[in-house]
């Protein structure tokens, strides 16, 4: 398996680093709405990158977009982590898995980043924000500032919302947010925010409070990268469902629907955060829904 992948946008290069992939859920719990009839209409789209040949399980990767743009080194989402309590999430809990030798495949080390992009605040986003050192979580990006979504930190502090934080984010804000906060290396932001000439944050509510999309421009070239508004290709073809993690469902939907079409009207590549196999893609306008033009060339696995 080849762990990272490299391409070009204008002035920006993007390396995809993965945690992990495999099966997550079945499909009918991960998108409770969705017909079955869709998923079998693109089977052969989703098999075996995105959904099991025999047990109709969805199949997604825990990744991060790597970029280096303006002389910095950034990092768009930071996986699940290793070492994390994680009850409600087996698979998750207390991983030891060799992400950060992977980043050094891909020539980073952790005092190499300057910039952590947590689109959102979710467990599968944050995890690599800190590393278990002496029995106490640091920062594992000494040198970097973490860039958080104010409406995130707010809603998932459990001092502002005791209830809930629990499910699949327990202990989540207390090991991967607060001891970046603490070590004062967050920054939040609202509404927008702009990291370089490059690239700019902006909001994308609807599956968190704080959900964000990074936009790329760089001379001609035009990229998406847009943390959860996709968990499966078949929502670009079927934009209007969700999965059951969107917390505010009739938002996420107009969401998906805003920044699917600014990439189809602007030829962008949309890099999702935890499409596997193919990863990022171009989306085309038929008028009611997306279709899928084509995808850019990262390493099938």
């Not at 009918?28 to 079955?36: G, W, Y």
């Not at 995130?152 to 502002?160: A, G």
């Not at 944050?201 to 790329?216: D, F, I, M, N, Q």
Request: net charge negative; aromatic share 8%.
């Amino acid at each position: 398996m080849q762990d990272v992948h490299t391409i070009t946008l204008g002035d920006v290069t993007v390396t995809r680093v993965e945690e992990m992939h495999g099966p997550i859920m079945p499909a009918d719990q991960f998108f409770p709405d969705l017909p079955a009839q869709a998923w079998q209409e693109h089977r052969a789209m989703l098999v075996p990158d995105h959904l099991g040949a025999d047990d109709a399980m969805v199949h997604i990767a825990m990744q991060t977009w790597l970029l280096r743009s303006g002389g910095r080194t950034i990092l768009i989402d930071t996986g699940v982590g290793n070492d994390k309590a994680r009850p409600a999430v087996a698979a998750w809990d207390h991983l030891s898995l060799d992400y950060l030798g992977r980043l050094a495949l891909a020539g980073v080390r952790p005092e190499d980043v300057d910039l952590v992009v947590n689109t959102h605040l979710h467990v599968d986003h944050v995890g690599w924000n800190t590393r278990l050192l002496d029995g106490t979580w640091v920062p594992t990006f000494p040198n970097a500032t973490y860039l958080m979504p104010k409406a995130d930190f707010e809603f998932f502090n459990p001092d502002n919302h005791p209830g809930i934080a629990g499910g699949v984010n327990e202990n989540v804000f207390e090991d991967s947010v607060a001891p970046v906060h603490a070590a004062g290396q967050v920054r939040l932001w609202e509404g927008s925010h702009t990291i370089d000439a490059h690239l700019r944050l902006e909001a994308a509510p609807g599956h968190t409070p704080g959900s964000s999309a990074v936009k790329l421009a760089s001379g001609s070239d035009r990229a998406l990268f847009a943390g959860d508004l996709l968990h499966t290709p078949l929502q670009v073809t079927h934009p209007d469902h969700n999965s059951c993690f969107c917390q505010d469902p009739a938002r996420s939907r107009t969401t998906r629907h805003e920044l699917l079409g600014w990439a189809a009207d602007t030829g962008a590549l949309v890099l999702p955060a935890h499409l596997s196999g193919h990863s990022a893609l171009e989306v085309h306008d038929n008028g009611h829904a997306f279709a899928i033009k084509g995808w850019a060339p990262f390493t099938r696995y």
